[in-house]
């Protein structure tokens, strides 16, 4: 059974840092598209950044860029959002995605991905 479970969130000071971590386990996805995105209340899910699998694109939100690094390690399963001086308007449920499908590219859409974490919550208060 495949699983995405992401950690690393908490309530964090305006212009601190998080890093999250998400850890696939039931399959590889050394071979795909892997994702944040996050969902605050009353508001839809939203991209926030992408990476291919073998690291070299990546793609960020406008909101995050420059301030959030995505990565990944395929011999572990993992992927990772390091997320620097952040925001209040960061304040979210962060979600890990995975798309099902072997391929180099990285995708921005919620619809492109497969797979889901169970999210973690981040607070920065304001």
């Known amino acids: 059974q495949v699983a995405l479970v992401e950690s690393g969130g908490g309530l964090v000071q305006a212009g601190g840092s998080l890093r999250l971590s998400c850890a696939a386990s039931?399959?590889?996805?050394?071979?795909?598209?892997m994702g944040w995105f996050r969902q605050a209340p009353g508001k839809e899910r939203e991209f926030v950044a992408a990476i291919n699998w073998s690291r070299t694109s990546t793609y960020y939100a406008n909101s995050v860029k420059g301030r959030f690094t995505i990565s990944r390690d395929n011999t572990k399963n993992m992927v990772y959002l390091q997320m620097n001086s952040l925001k209040p308007e960061d304040t979210s449920v962060y979600y890990c995605a995975a798309d099902r499908q072997p391929t180099n590219y990285a995708y921005t859409s919620v619809d492109e991905y497969d797979y889901w974490g169970q999210g973690t919550q981040v607070t920065v208060p304001s």
């Open positions: 039931g399959r590889t996805f050394s071979r795909n598209a």
